[in-house]
C-alpha cells in the first residue's frame, strides 16, 4: 500500500499540480476540510453560481503559508479564479474519499506536503509564458526566450533556451502526433542514440538549435545522402544564419529552416481553426504536453512553463 507521500506524488502528476493555481487550491482546500467527516460532497464547496471554489482566498492562502515558514506570495486570488480549479477541487475530493476508505489520513501531514511543494515552487521557479491575447503568440514566445536567456546568463552551464526549444518543438508535435517519436533529454547527443537528429519522424529530419553551425548544416547535407528530408527550426534571430550556410554548402532549397515562433505559432492558430477565444486553451495543451516531457526526461523541474492564463 502507498505511504501518505506516495499517494500524494501520484495524484500531483496526475494532475500537473506544480504551478501557483493548481497549489494554492490544494493547501487551502486541505485546510479548509480540516475537522469535517467523509465522505466529502465536491457540491458543498462551490460558490451559489458554480463558477468557484468556496472557501479560497489570497488572505487565507496568505495566512497558511505564512503559518509554514513562506513569506512570498504565491497567488494574489488564491487560485479562486484560476482555469481548472472546479475540476481539480472535485478531483481531489474524489482522491480523498478513496483514501479514507483505503486507511486513515492525517489532513496535518497532507498539507504539510503541500507547503514542501510550495516551497519547491519557489525554489524551482518554473518561466513564465503569457496568455495575453492582445498580443501574439510569437511575442510572448519572444518573452519566454528572453527569460531563458537571462537566466542562463546568471547561470551558466545550462542551456537553458535551447532545453527550452527542442522540448517546445517535442511538445507541439506530440500534441498532433502523439507515440510516433522518440524523445531524448536536450543533452543527449545524436550519436550514441543511433539519431541523425532530434526527432526523427517517418524520413523527415528535425533539428533544433539556438546556434546554426557548419557541423549542423553537415549533418544535414547527411540527411539528404541518406534520402532524408532535413528540418531546421531556431529561434527567429538565427534564422538567416542557418539560410545562409544552407546556400553556403549548396543545400538551400533541400533542407527546411523554420523559426520556432512561427512553428508554434501556425500549429495553434490552425488546431484553434482560428478562433482566438480557443488559442489559449491549444497552447496551454502544448505547455502541459512539454511540462509533461520535462519532468520525465530532464528531471529539473526549474525548467517548466507556467502558462499564466489567469
Not at 118 to 144: C, E, H, M, V
Not at 193 to 209: A, K, L, Q, S
Amino acid at each position: 500500500m502507498l505511504d501518505y507521500k506516495a499517494r500524494l506524488h501520484q495524484f500531483q502528476e496526475d494532475n500537473n499540480i506544480y504551478t501557483k493555481g493548481p497549489l494554492s487550491l490544494v493547501i487551502q482546500f486541505t485546510r479548509l476540510i480540516r475537522g469535517k467527516s467523509f465522505p466529502l460532497y465536491a457540491s458543498d464547496f462551490q460558490t451559489e453560481s458554480k463558477g468557484q471554489v468556496a472557501g479560497l482566498g489570497g488572505s487565507s492562502l496568505k495566512k497558511i503559508l505564512k503559518e509554514h515558514g513562506i513569506t512570498q506570495i504565491l497567488s494574489a486570488e488564491g487560485g479562486r479564479t484560476s482555469r481548472g480549479s472546479m475540476g481539480l477541487m472535485i478531483r481531489y475530493v474524489d482522491f480523498l474519499n478513496q483514501w479514507t476508505r483505503d486507511a486513515p489520513i492525517d489532513l496535518v501531514e497532507i498539507e504539510n506536503y503541500w507547503a514542501e511543494q510550495i516551497k519547491d515552487y519557489f525554489q524551482n521557479k518554473p518561466f513564465i509564458l503569457s496568455a495575453d491575447i492582445s498580443r501574439t503568440i510569437g511575442a510572448n514566445l519572444d518573452d519566454l526566450f528572453t527569460q531563458a536567456k537571462k537566466r542562463q546568463h546568471d547561470n551558466p552551464g545550462t542551456h537553458y533556451l535551447g532545453i527550452i526549444l527542442q522540448h517546445l518543438v517535442a511538445a507541439k508535435l506530440s500534441t498532433i502526433m502523439p507515440n510516433s517519436f522518440c524523445i531524448h533529454g536536450a543533452s543527449v547527443a545524436d550519436t550514441p542514440t543511433d539519431r541523425n537528429g532530434d526527432f526523427v519522424i517517418n524520413h523527415t529530419v528535425i533539428h533544433c538549435t539556438t546556434m546554426p553551425s557548419n557541423a549542423l548544416l553537415d549533418k544535414c547535407k547527411q540527411n539528404i545522402t541518406c534520402g532524408c528530408h532535413p528540418v531546421i527550426v531556431t529561434i527567429f534571430e538565427r534564422l538567416q544564419t542557418a539560410i545562409n550556410l544552407a546556400e553556403d554548402i549548396g543545400i538551400l532549397g533541400r533542407v527546411d529552416v523554420w523559426d520556432v515562433q512561427q512553428f508554434i505559432s501556425s500549429n495553434v492558430y490552425e488546431h484553434s481553426l482560428f478562433d482566438e477565444t480557443k488559442r489559449n486553451t491549444t497552447l496551454k495543451d502544448i505547455i502541459n504536453e512539454y511540462n509533461r516531457i520535462i519532468l520525465s526526461v530532464e528531471h529539473n523541474p526549474s525548467l517548466r512553463i507556467e502558462f499564466d492564463a489567469t
